[in-house]
């Protein structure tokens, strides 16, 4: 009797484990919504949400291309500074019209992640060591590039900053287009499939045929052009470029999203719908706290008891 009372309690567990691995992202959203709606003034408005949505558009970007990093068993410590080195170039370039400005913050970006892409999959460095590096690296330079804040006067990137489509802002629309996007390459291609089996087990991948360096180098070269993104968008909105503070902190903010959002730091899975929830879970945290004037210390420890909750969920999910 006792034997069976500790199997179904095991069962029991084991279906909670799963269920919160599964929707538990979804069901803390949902959570936080009916909190708000209930203790927090003026929550339920239009402005409000959309306020909220702009705000997690760059976090949602970020975490799309560390999702696909994570997805390979690796890990991109360089995105704030990819973020930090976006804003710095396009106020230098900005001169020269807006989309040579965009071609060149990619070609930056571009080389961030081929850096990155070649330390870990030709020379073996281990992805939090070789993305370290960059991160360090990459915001000194574009400290070089721009020593201080500089405001950036351009009307195409104020649109893209300011701009909607049917009330719907230029930021959100982008994200949006990105996750469909990312989430197409993981679910529907052969690359994305490559890119699952390699998190799974890269000797066995190598074993296969699978061309396992090239799909690494484009993984982290995606992960840097995403960031990019980002950096600009977030400088399009702010009207502003600031290498000293944008983007710091912005690679825990895109783990914590990922870790919560059910792709597990294992490699093997890619979540990109748990991914969004997840960042749209961070900003919402945020948000409640902030709206309640809570300082911003509280916020971090929130987070931190959002991650280990994530992990602890994540015990035992392992690869597939």
């Given at each position: 009797m006792a034997e069976a009372t500790w199997r179904t309690a095991s069962f029991d567990r084991a279906r909670l484990l799963q269920w919160m691995q599964t929707y538990g992202v979804y069901a803390g959203v949902a959570v936080l919504l009916a909190v708000n709606t209930a203790v927090t003034p003026h929550f339920v408005s239009a402005e409000n949400f959309r306020t909220q949505a702009v705000q997690v558009a760059p976090v949602v970007i970020v975490a799309l291309g560390m999702a696909l990093a994570i997805g390979t068993e690796g890990i991109d410590l360089s995105?704030?500074?990819?973020?930090?080195?976006?804003?710095?170039?396009?106020?230098?370039?900005?001169?020269?019209?807006?989309?040579?400005?965009?071609?060149?913050?990619?070609?930056?970006?571009?080389?961030?992640?081929?850096?990155?892409?070649?330390?870990?999959?030709?020379?073996?460095?281990?992805?939090?060591?070789?993305?370290?590096?960059?991160?360090?690296?990459?915001?000194?330079?574009?400290?070089?590039?721009?020593?201080?804040?500089?405001?950036?006067?351009?009307?195409?990137?104020?649109?893209?900053?300011?701009?909607?489509?049917?009330?719907?802002?230029?930021?959100?629309?982008?994200?949006?287009?990105?996750?469909?996007?990312?989430?197409?390459?993981?679910?529907?291609?052969?690359?994305?499939?490559?890119?699952?089996?390699?998190?799974?087990?890269?000797?066995?991948?190598?074993?296969?045929?699978?061309?396992?360096?090239?799909?690494?180098?484009?993984?982290?070269?995606?992960?840097?052009?995403?960031?990019?993104?980002?950096?600009?968008?977030?400088?399009?909105?702010?009207?502003?470029?600031?290498?000293?503070?944008?983007?710091?902190?912005?690679?825990?903010?895109?783990?914590?999203?990922?870790?919560?959002?059910?792709?597990?730091?294992?490699?093997?899975?890619?979540?990109?719908?748990?991914?969004?929830?997840?960042?749209?879970?961070?900003?919402?945290?945020?948000?409640?706290?902030?709206?309640?004037?809570?300082?911003?210390?509280?916020?971090?420890?929130?987070?931190?008891?959002?991650?280990?909750?994530?992990?602890?969920?994540?015990?035992?999910?392992?690869?597939?």
């Open positions: 995105v704030g500074a990819v973020m930090a080195l976006a804003a710095s170039v396009t106020a230098l370039y900005l001169g020269y019209g807006l989309v040579p400005a965009l071609l060149i913050v990619a070609l930056f970006a571009a080389a961030v992640g081929l850096a990155n892409g070649a330390l870990v999959a030709l020379v073996g460095v281990q992805p939090i060591v070789a993305t370290l590096a960059l991160m360090v690296g990459g915001r000194g330079l574009a400290l070089v590039l721009l020593p201080q804040l500089k405001d950036v006067h351009n009307e195409a990137l104020a649109e893209l900053g300011s701009g909607d489509v049917l009330g719907v802002p230029h930021l959100i629309l982008v994200a949006a287009a990105l996750a469909l996007l990312v989430a197409f390459v993981v679910r529907r291609t052969t690359f994305g499939r490559q890119l699952l089996a390699i998190g799974d087990n890269r000797a066995a991948s190598q074993l296969a045929g699978l061309p396992v360096r090239r799909v690494l180098i484009v993984v982290y070269v995606a992960c840097a052009l995403l960031a990019a993104v980002a950096g600009v968008l977030a400088t399009a909105r702010l009207q502003a470029s600031d290498p000293t503070s944008l983007g710091n902190l912005m690679e825990l903010s895109a783990i914590t999203a990922v870790v919560v959002g059910g792709t597990p730091l294992s490699g093997g899975r890619v979540n990109i719908g748990g991914t969004v929830a997840g960042a749209v879970l961070i900003q919402l945290l945020t948000a409640t706290l902030i709206k309640h004037d809570l300082p911003p210390s509280w916020t971090q420890i929130a987070q931190a008891v959002v991650i280990v909750l994530a992990v602890y969920a994540a015990r035992g999910r392992g690869k597939r």
